[in-house]
């Protein structure tokens, strides 16, 4: 099956500084997702790219839709301590009618005050 | 506008037993999907109802099974559970299927089987 691969695993920074994250896929994706997930709750979306080569921001976050299809990153500016989590990238599974997501394992981010 | 309202929130249950956990969609939203968490598998899908009609199922055993009501409420049982069914399992709801719809999680129920 369709395999999305994030990195890095972790990441442990100052706030104020730049995050950038990655995930990659040996299939291609028509939709790349990212969520964040805080403890205890249910992912929540924070940017949807729908279209390769597409660049799109949510205030301090911008992610890119790679335009081989095939990978995107999110970028977090200026870190803050509220930034902590684990944050997913997913895509919709191929195939006529399937409308399940593929999740990344996660990038879990650490913001030190 | 509410959000997608899943009950209860914690669970424990002995092995062997069984569980029905509960997902309210967000109001108008007629697709539910339900996801098992695990800290080993990561995020990986279950099923995916539409107007009352499974259209999608996850590689889960037969002991996984759920339902979708007529106002869009779902449902989903684990008959005979193991231990490695302990997990978070999240439901989403959205408009339509397809993702350019909106595609809002709800917190989840913490099942612990012990």
């Known amino acids: 099956g369709q395999q999305l691969n994030q990195s890095p695993q972790s990441m442990f920074i100052q706030e104020g500084e730049d995050v950038s994250m990655n995930c990659t896929s040996s299939?291609?994706?028509?939709?790349w997702l990212w969520y964040k997930q805080d403890p205890g709750e249910g992912p929540v979306l924070l940017i949807a790219l729908y279209k390769a080569g597409e660049l799109t921001s949510n205030g301090r976050l911008t992610a890119q839709f790679g335009i081989t299809r095939k990978d995107s990153f999110l970028n977090i500016s200026a870190s803050i301590p509220s930034d902590v989590g684990i944050y997913f990238c997913?895509?919709?599974?191929?195939?006529?009618?399937?409308?399940?997501?593929?999740f990344g394992k996660g990038t879990k981010l650490s913001v030190i005050p | 506008k509410a959000g997608v309202t899943q009950t209860p929130r914690y669970l424990i249950k002995t092995r062997g037993q069984q569980v029905t956990l509960s997902c309210s969609p967000i109001?108008?939203?007629?697709?539910v999907s339900w996801y098992q968490q695990t800290p080993g598998q990561g995020l990986q899908f279950l099923f995916e109802y539409f107007s009352e009609t499974q259209r999608n199922k996850g590689n889960f055993p037969g002991r996984f099974s759920g339902r979708q009501f007529s106002n869009s409420r779902s449902e989903m049982n684990v008959s005979t559970l193991e231990l490695g069914d302990s997990a978070l399992y999240l439901c989403a709801s959205s408009y339509n299927t397809g993702f350019s719809y909106g595609y809002t999680f709800g917190s989840g129920t913490r099942l612990t089987v012990v």
């Open positions: 109001s108008g939203h007629r697709s």
């Open positions: 997913a895509g919709p599974n191929s195939g006529a009618g399937s409308y399940q997501l593929t």
């Open positions: 299939s291609i994706f028509n939709t």
